[in-house]
């Protein structure tokens, strides 16, 4: 018979939701702020691709522009969380409404004092800020200048930008992330969207990359020397901070019990995941990188102190996003199936979403285990959901049954995490209030608990509106994960 007696959240969980400032603030050109790399993207759809505009063009939907004007609307949203009772909100600082340019010598103060607001907003609500500090909105102008991260130059551009923030925030936010999902910087979503490379032209999202590997991996380099040298500075100014990675977590299942097929998930699993997580937890490149950089020519450039740098910053704790799972097999004639920010192949066993993402809560215990057993620190889940259409009834309701279905089975599996000896601290789930969709820009793929009047043509009063999740999840968090029907 099942023990469940331990299938319990630990006290003092940290319960809440996540965001992005490109997707949820709006303001773009307000107090200061400058372009960054998500104010050049236009609005695409599940099967259009999102453009990238290297001026931005009259007439044309740039859905980050306004985004749900959280900018103007903060202390509603935060209420609204405070009602849910919500403890952690994790929230990005757009760099550029800090240093316009990215390589400005002075920081904008307007842009400071917004986020002074914000915090006091938190604080009257005891919601503890967790901040990502750069999450897909490098500045442009660092990217067109400088060819983004693959200049070392922008390391210091932004060691400066975090130096402000840990010197203007260091008695107000404890928790930081220094990159999101920065294991995306390699794939074509993330060169741009990190500010890694600037694509020539009217360029496709999707096919926003370089063919050259050697440009790539050293602009990861750069950010892991960058995240390092924030995470030493961070701990300078105050010691209490903790400061931890972000990683996409991708999670592949062989297809078959092929041998083939079982070394192709494991290399999927190191490279995808586990390389930039052993760099950022462990300071140091493992093994399994260093031959593929020696396999496919690429050398990185180093610095003679790099190496110590990397083993003198590593983090506090390790976050990730998970949404779904896929399969990876040696046979290239399989059917594919989308996911977050990648690809993979279709599984049997599994249901997907309406983007065809493929709906796996027991994958979430599975790589919750998989990270633990491999670092022993404290680990939080910072992105997970569902995107889906929402339906206005006629009396107002949002009868989300199948956002919370989905949710509670990833809370159940993470509460069998944590009776594994998996050390959870945290869970965010993504778009606690609708947002725009970073991969396609559009709005009616809605994740949120808390309904924004907005389509995906930028049309709608912007008034907010609780769903049925927004009460059902107000109740989780009130019994710390035990009622979840």
Known sequence: MKNTTQLRFPQGFLWGGATAANQLEGGYNEEGKGLSTADMLTAGTHTTSRRITPVLEEGVNYP??????????????????????????????????????????????QGLQFYDRVFAELKKYNIEPLVTISHYEAPIHLTQKYNGWSDRRVVDFYVRYCEVLFNRYKDVVKYWLTFNEINILTLPFGAFMAGAIMPEGNEELAHATVKDEQILYQALHHQFIASAKAVKLGHEINKDFKIGCMIAYMCSYPLTCRPDDILLAQQKDNLSNFLCS???????????????????????????DDERILKEGCVDFYTFSYYSSTCVSADPNQEKVGGNLSMGLKNPYLQASAWEWQIDPEGLRWSLNNIY?????????????????????EDGSINDDYRIDYLKQHIEQMKEAIADGVDLIGYTPWGCIDLVSAGTGEMKKRYGFIYVDKDNEGNGTLARSRKKSFHWYKKVIETNGEQLD
Not at 83 to 100: L, Y
Not at 278 to 304: C, L, S, T, W
């Open 64 to 109: 980050s522009h306004e985004a749900i004007d959280f900018f103007h609307r903060y202390q509603e949203d935060i209420r609204l969380f405070a009602e849910m009772g919500f403890k952690v909100f994790r929230m990005s600082i757009a760099w550029t409404r800090i240093f316009p340019n990215g390589d400005d010598v002075q920081p904008n103060e």
């Open 373 to 393: 057993n491999r670092y022993e620190i404290p680990l939080m889940v910072v992105e997970n959901g569902l995107g889906a259409v929402d339906t206005v009834e």
């Open 278 to 304: 052993d760099v950022q937890v462990r300071g140091a490149y493992p093994g399994f990188a260093k031959r593929y950089f020696r396999d496919h020519n690429i050398q990185i450039e180093m610095q003679d």
